[in-house]
């Protein structure tokens, strides 16, 4: 990654470094481990939000390379984490999928309050700054004002959008956007879809609907659908996550605003819980604050000094 990118990442993750990373720090620097020592840990863990089961099972492996007498030193308890934390967030290709033939059709999903359409603002920023062409369709017809704001930005981004009217079916305004794109060429469809609560089973059937419309219009569409999770929301993402996923075959997470939580480690508990990779995060209020995520950049954030 760049270093500007990872500097990005350390400036959103710094309040989970304050909470979590310089207590792990302040209690394992410069002391031998111990039983006691890797139970505070466990602590610490759950309370930044990596989820019980995680917590559960990475005290365990220490502990047991501990007792074997392969992790003596706190600091060697610090390297340990980090190495099975980077693990645990698995491998493989981050980026945003790229279709055979344009226009790549990325659909965003998720919940009311947070920041979704602020969020395809930012994609729609990365994907122009990559030199792609973008089209951004404005399915969420129901929010008051929905539609003017992602104007707003597709004035201010230079980007082309197509909309409907107020209460309009969301499933046609995507099927109009799918149509622009096709004859104007855009290299990327970019859909935004209006907030729903996850438990609100006919709104999320209203989701597979679009999801048909665009595949309909544009074979294999959508080719990316992103899910818009709220990191200060923390346990209640990853029901989330399961939901949409049940839905709408989520194939990766934009996690918003990591800048304003201490509990960062709630990526860790998303891909537990739903196998889906974070591939972007929000780390500011701008457009130009996404990045790309990177499992190495983010654990080494997380417990940056």
Same mark, same amino acid.
């Given at each position: 990654?760049? *270093?500007?990118?990872? +500097?990005?990442? @350390?400036?959103? /993750?710094?309040?989970? !470094?304050?909470? &979590?990373? #310089? $207590?792990?720090?302040?209690?394992?620097?410069?002391?031998?481990?111990?039983?006691?020592?890797?139970?505070?840990?466990?602590?610490?863990?759950?309370?930044?939000?990596?989820?019980?089961?995680?917590?559960?099972?990475?005290?365990?492996?220490?502990?047991?390379?501990?007792?074997?007498?392969?992790?003596?030193?706190?600091?060697?308890?610090?390297?340990?984490?980090?190495?099975?934390?980077?693990?645990?967030?698995?491998?493989?290709?981050?980026?945003?999928?790229?279709?055979?033939?344009?226009?790549?059709?990325?659909?965003?999903?998720?919940?009311?309050?947070?920041?979704?359409?602020?969020?395809?603002?930012?994609?729609? *920023?990365?994907?122009? +700054?990559?030199? @792609?062409?973008? /089209?951004?369709?404005? !399915?969420?017809? &129901?929010? #008051? $004002?929905?539609?003017?704001?992602?104007?707003?930005?597709?004035?201010?981004?230079?980007?082309?959008?197509?909309?409907?009217?107020?209460?309009?079916?969301?499933?046609?305004?995507?099927?109009?956007?799918?149509?622009?794109?096709?004859?104007?060429?855009?290299?990327?469809?970019?859909?935004?879809?209006?907030?729903?609560?996850?438990?609100?089973?006919?709104?999320?059937?209203?989701?597979?609907?679009?999801?048909?419309?665009?595949?309909?219009?544009?074979?294999?569409?959508?080719?990316?659908?992103?899910?818009?999770?709220?990191?200060?929301?923390?346990?209640?993402?990853?029901?989330?996550?399961?939901?949409?996923?049940?839905?709408?075959?989520?194939?990766?997470?934009?996690?918003?605003?990591?800048?304003?939580?201490?509990?960062?480690?709630?990526?860790?508990?998303?891909?537990?819980?739903?196998?889906?990779?974070?591939?972007?995060?929000?780390?500011?209020?701008?457009?130009?604050?996404?990045?790309?995520?990177?499992?190495?950049?983010?654990?080494?954030?997380?417990?940056?000094?």
């Amino acid at each position: 990654m760049l *270093r500007g990118a990872i +500097d990005a990442i @350390r400036r959103g /993750l710094r309040k989970t !470094a304050e909470a &979590f990373g #310089a $207590g792990v720090r302040s209690v394992l620097h410069g002391r031998t481990l111990s039983e006691e020592l890797i139970d505070d840990i466990e602590r610490r863990l759950v309370a930044a939000d990596v989820g019980v089961r995680a917590a559960r099972e990475l005290a365990a492996g220490l502990r047991a390379d501990f007792r074997a007498g392969r992790v003596p030193r706190g600091e060697d308890a610090i390297e340990w984490l980090k190495a099975s934390l980077k693990a645990r967030l698995g491998a493989g290709s981050r980026e945003i999928a790229v279709a055979a033939s344009k226009p790549t059709v990325v659909l965003v999903v998720g919940i009311n309050g947070a920041g979704k359409t602020t969020s395809v603002a930012k994609i729609a *920023r990365s994907l122009r +700054d990559q030199g @792609r062409s973008v /089209l951004l369709g404005a !399915a969420d017809t &129901f929010r #008051a $004002g929905a539609v003017a704001q992602l104007e707003t930005w597709s004035r201010r981004l230079g980007v082309d959008i197509v909309k409907g009217t107020a209460g309009a079916d969301p499933a046609a305004v995507a099927f109009d956007a799918a149509d622009a794109a096709v004859a104007r060429g855009a290299d990327v469809l970019l859909v935004d879809t209006a907030g729903r609560l996850h438990t609100q089973e006919h709104l999320m059937r209203q989701l597979t609907k679009i999801r048909n419309v665009l595949a309909k219009k544009i074979p294999g569409a959508p080719h990316e659908t992103l899910l818009v999770l709220d990191a200060t929301s923390g346990q209640n993402a990853v029901a989330q996550a399961a939901a949409f996923k049940a839905a709408c075959d989520v194939t990766g997470i934009f996690l918003a605003k990591l800048d304003g939580t201490a509990k960062g480690g709630i990526v860790v508990a998303i891909r537990d819980a739903i196998d889906v990779p974070v591939k972007l995060v929000g780390v500011g209020e701008t457009p130009d604050d996404v990045e790309a995520f990177d499992p190495d950049a983010f654990v080494e954030a997380m417990f940056a000094a």
